[in-house]
């Protein structure tokens, strides 16, 4: 936890860290709704950042379920064959580096919604967002953000679609 002395301005502690964990640039951005207190630094700056779209995903799924297109106990089937976004061409995600691997042995077979949507927040697994995604669609997931009024963030494709990231 970052304890704050008090003398010393908040930013200058935030970039103090920002350099002893040699971050190439950090980020903070608050507002206190009872307070109206309001800090940024570098908050209005543009970062790839992967695992937000995941709090996105869970919105989506959340919805869904309130407008009846799906319940949480429902099951998916477990693949791990997505498409791109930029070329149609097909990408498969690495078991070692998901944070979920043991989700990768149900693959062939069916997983509850609830399971993927734990998964997705609690372990943060790739595999389970893009399945969910897949399911969602991306444009149901953007029509989501746009109607919570969520400005900045931007929802093009599933996690680990590198031909999409490259392209932009």
């Known amino acids: 936890m970052l304890s704050v002395d ?11 860290l920002s350099s002893e964990s040699k971050a190439r640039v950090i980020a903070v951005a608050l507002h206190d709704l009872e307070s109206g207190l309001r800090f ?13 779209i995941k709090v996105v995903v869970l919105l989506a799924i959340f919805r869904a379920a309130d407008e009846g297109r799906l319940r949480l106990d429902d099951s998916l089937h477990v693949r791990n064959r997505f498409i791109s976004a ?10 070692d580096s998901d944070a979920m ?19 997705m927040i609690a372990s943060s697994s790739n595999l389970a967002t893009n399945l969910l995604l897949d399911f969602l669609g991306v444009e149901y997931a953007r029509n989501v ?3 919570a009024g969520v400005e900045g963030v931007e929802l093009r ?3 680990e679609d590198h031909a999409a990231h490259e392209r932009g």
């Open 6 to 16: 008090v003398t010393t301005p908040l930013n200058e502690e935030l970039e103090t």
């Open 40 to 52: 940024s630094l570098h908050g209005d700056r543009w970062f790839h950042a992967a695992s937000t």
């Open 86 to 95: 930029a070329d149609g061409s097909s990408f498969h995600l690495n078991r």
């Open 101 to 119: 691997p043991e989700l990768y042995q149900a693959i062939g077979r069916t997983t509850k919604i609830s399971a993927l949507a734990e998964g």
């Open 145 to 147: 953000l746009r109607d």
């Open 157 to 159: 494709r599933g996690v």
